[in-house]
């Protein structure tokens, strides 16, 4: 396949690549797309397209956008009204014209394999979903010490994935799938196993995966969620979904803003901590009942979670959010009545519930003096 052709960079591409749509939500993002967007274009795998949703960014980002289009062939920008990060990513698949699909948030970036590799593993073992690890950098010296390592790490899992032919396989050849060690790094899971030995223990995110558009198309983000709605999307997919790879692999590199949402004060918006949990618990129980204890008690975590977000707010400001503490009060009253539930919490955060649950505005007092 010769070079394409026309503005900005060349990239030559190998002709058994299929194409992969990599879609960057941002808003005010001006300090953070370009490097991004670099560590896209700097992918070992060459046949992407970008997909910049600029979700109505009032700072320099829409000019950032069109001097990456300029230099970067292969870069589409679609502009909201903002609208949120879940409308933005929809927007993209929506627009995405690849056969698979990843989401790179616009002040993260990627190593310069990870597409590559996860690409490779989903290939290998025949998957729907390859996820791999992420690691923290705040700094460009963090940045860059974590990109530099990439080579020896790339190594390894090139040699990891070649001991997947000395798997265990059944008649037709194929590997067994039900969570299945292909080598010390790569694991394949069926729908249910990844439910229970990956979601509900953490990985939730909706990054550092490649998925199969046709996968992806069946589902979108919840649009009036603005936290959880990346691990909604994975619970609401999983129907869908035959096998999922995982590597080691710690390709996506999550950016420690400290203008991020987990450094903000509390908002009405961090109800949606309770929300999700309370959805997906209905998703997975239509899947697995038994797993009502396990899901009931992460709902329990996403409310102290909330509960303490709003301690942390001064006394007046927390008189202001009576409505609030009340609904999580409520919420954790119904989910302590389910059976198993407050086993499955830490020392703790049974601690914290029990204290939370009979005396909640004593709990709000001493948790904000302690921190």
Not at 132 to 138: I, Q, R, S, Y
Not at 242 to 259: A, L, W
């Amino acid at each position: 396949m010769p070079p394409i052709e026309g503005g900005g960079t060349e990239i030559r591409l190998k002709s058994n690549e299929l194409l992969i749509s990599v879609i960057v939500p941002v808003y005010n993002g001006q300090d953070y797309l370009a490097n991004c967007i670099d560590s896209i274009e700097n992918q070992t795998y060459r046949n992407l397209e970008i997909i910049i949703v600029n979700d109505g960014s009032t700072d320099r980002t829409s000019a950032v956008c069109d001097s990456l289009q300029t230099v970067y062939h292969n870069v589409r920008i679609l502009t909201l009204d903002d609208r949120g990060v879940s409308a933005a990513r929809n927007a993209g698949i929506e627009a995405a014209e690849g056969a698979f699909v990843t989401f790179v948030d616009a002040d993260d970036r990627i190593r310069s394999d990870m597409i590559k590799i996860l690409y490779d593993c989903m290939i290998e073992t025949q998957s729907d979903v390859a996820g791999c690890g992420f690691f923290l950098w705040k700094n460009e010296d963090e940045w860059k010490q974590a990109a530099d390592s990439s080579a020896q790490d790339v190594a390894a899992s090139e040699a990891d994935r070649q001991t997947a032919d000395a798997a265990q396989t059944d008649e037709t050849g194929m590997c067994e799938l039900s969570a299945t060690t292909l080598d010390g790094r790569t694991r394949v899971y069926d729908a249910g196993k990844y439910l229970r030995e990956e979601l509900l223990r953490g990985n939730s995110r909706c990054w550092s995966k490649l998925y199969r558009r046709e996968i992806v198309e069946k589902v979108r983000f919840r649009e009036q969620l603005t936290i959880g709605e990346d691990m909604l999307f994975l619970v609401q997919i999983l129907p869908y979904i035959n096998r999922i790879v995982e590597t080691e692999y710690t390709g996506y590199g999550y950016y420690q803003n400290p203008t991020g949402a987990i450094n903000r004060k509390f908002t009405p918006r961090y109800m949606d901590q309770i929300t999700c949990w309370q959805l997906a618990r209905e998703e997975i129980l239509r899947m697995d009942t038994s797993l009502d204890p396990q899901v009931t008690a992460l709902w329990i975590m996403g409310i102290m979670l909330t509960a303490g977000k709003i301690a942390m707010l001064d006394a007046a400001d927390r008189r202001d959010c009576e409505k609030y503490i009340g609904i999580c009060h409520e919420n954790l009253k119904e989910a302590m009545k389910i059976s198993g539930a407050y086993g499955k919490l830490s020392v703790g955060y049974r601690v914290k519930a029990a204290i939370f649950r009979v005396f909640p505005h004593l709990y709000l007092l001493l948790y904000h003096f302690h921190k």
